[in-house]
């Protein structure tokens, strides 16, 4: 082989979503591509991973000659097959994943497979970034989205990231014309107001389904979700130390150390 | 009804795991307990929400007089279930999360089932506590618990928790008198080393099994991880904002917002 960085792709979405042949076809000139990717959806799945099931590993055709896998497992998964089992334990130079039918800004990164996919790279110290499209329609246009895909992978390719390993993209549903740029972000502090629909099952019993609506009270112009808001690519970086700092000192000083 | 607190308990290892049953013998004496946990064992879960399926809830009588529901789904799935449908969108004074069996110190936060759930419940400014013993076995001896689970839960209904709403608490697997004490920590930058296990099903068609080892390069005196190994109790104030802030100027400076 050459020295071509090799770059690890996958999503949440599954191998056959219109989204990753999109995030495939704008990284494939950056070097050798290796796709490991759920062999059906798994959206929501969060960090997510299977412990008590054994897990299917099968090649795939279905992007010309790019080597690919499907797995039966979780995005979480996929990566740790890829660097395992695929990889042979070869560290990938990139993990990207997605790109997402829909939004993975604000809170949505935690329940985002697509992020915790590359996440999880990001924990094997490989740069990773998560790329979503605001848009959840099957056929939604995802052209407008590679330009902002090349540009980033180009970056990150070229200087690598340094005080994290991890962003979250995401790419407002936008021609590309009225795309203004990117805006380096923090996640805005929104959340979902959760409405559960009961109905009666063919059986007559009772089931639950959960729908819902974004919110967000975060006020900031410097959010992910103020950039989509006005037109520009968001880019969050992201990090898996969940340590919140700054409670540190009021419960140290609650004498609560007993 | 009268004042006394309402207090949300649930896990990941599902409504019959023992560990739940000492969780809510821990805390039945602070409020009114009301139970929403997984009706299976949902482990390694994350912050995963089932949106593809409905999903069931039902009363059960399994705790004595305490009220109790079995979900079909993830612990964050019983966590807006129990808001929704239970609490009829009363918000709970408490969410207790655990004691799940095994550790959910350092990376294991990202993957926890329990701490995803607590963390759920503190999207909605709920104080929330998830709790782990550092013992995988079912017949796991959770008495030693007790006395902190009751400790930390008397100073969060008296005091609140006011810069996150959620703590990270880990208990070592020691006899009560070799405990000695609480320590607040930050999360340990420790991860997983994996190995698949490869072998062929009875059928003759290759499966992949996870299997792991936790690492800690870590060498702080301030983590969760050395708490837990000096014999202390951890607790770590966690948060769902995942921003990487000390990444922000790094990028910002990097000329990438063409």
Redesign the interface.
């Known amino acids: 082989m050459t020295n071509q960085p090799v770059i690890l792709v996958t999503n949440d979405d599954g191998i056959t979503a219109p989204g990753i042949r999109a995030l495939i076809d704008a990284v494939k000139d950056f070097g050798k591509v290796i796709v490991v990717a759920p062999d059906k959806?798994q959206?929501?799945?969060?960090?997510?991973?299977?412990?008590?099931l054994?897990?299917?590993?099968r090649k795939v055709n279905i992007f010309g000659d790019i080597e690919a896998y499907e797995c039966s497992g979780?995005p979480?998964?996929c990566v740790?097959?890829a660097?395992?089992?695929v990889l042979e334990n070869r560290a990938a130079d990139l993990c990207v994943s997605g790109v997402n039918h829909g939004s993975n800004a604000s809170?949505n990164?935690?329940?985002s497979g697509t992020v915790?996919a590359a996440?999880e790279a990001s924990?094997?110290g490989i740069n990773s970034i998560g790329f979503s499209l605001l848009d959840f329609a099957y056929n939604a246009d995802f052209e407008p989205c590679k330009k902002y895909i090349r540009?980033?992978v180009r970056?990150v390719l070229d200087?690598g990231?340094?005080?994290?390993k991890?962003l979250?993209v995401n790419i407002p549903k936008l021609p590309e014309s009225e795309i203004k740029?990117?805006?380096?972000c923090?996640?805005a502090?929104g959340?979902w107001v959760?409405?559960?629909v009961?109905?009666k099952?063919p059986h007559g019993?009772?089931?639950?389904?959960?729908t819902g609506e974004f919110t967000n009270p975060d006020q900031g112009t410097d959010t992910d979700i103020w950039a989509l808001e006005n037109g520009y690519v968001s880019?969050?970086?992201?990090?898996?130390?969940?340590?919140?700092?700054?409670?540190?000192e009021?419960?140290?000083g609650?004498d609560?150390?007993?």
């Not at 959206?43 to 008590?52: D, Y």
């Not at 740029?181 to 380096?184: D, E, H, N, R, V």
């Open positions: 959806p959206s929501a799945q969060g960090h997510a991973m299977t412990l008590n054994p897990l299917r590993l979780t979480v998964d740790k097959l660097k395992d089992v809170i990164i935690i329940y915790s996440m924990l094997e540009h980033l970056y200087h990231l340094q005080k994290t991890l979250n740029g990117i805006k380096i923090r996640q502090n959340k959760e409405e559960f009961r109905a099952d019993r009772d089931y639950y389904w959960l880019v969050v970086p992201s990090q898996h130390d969940l340590t919140a700092y700054d409670a540190l009021e419960l140290r609650a609560l150390t007993y």
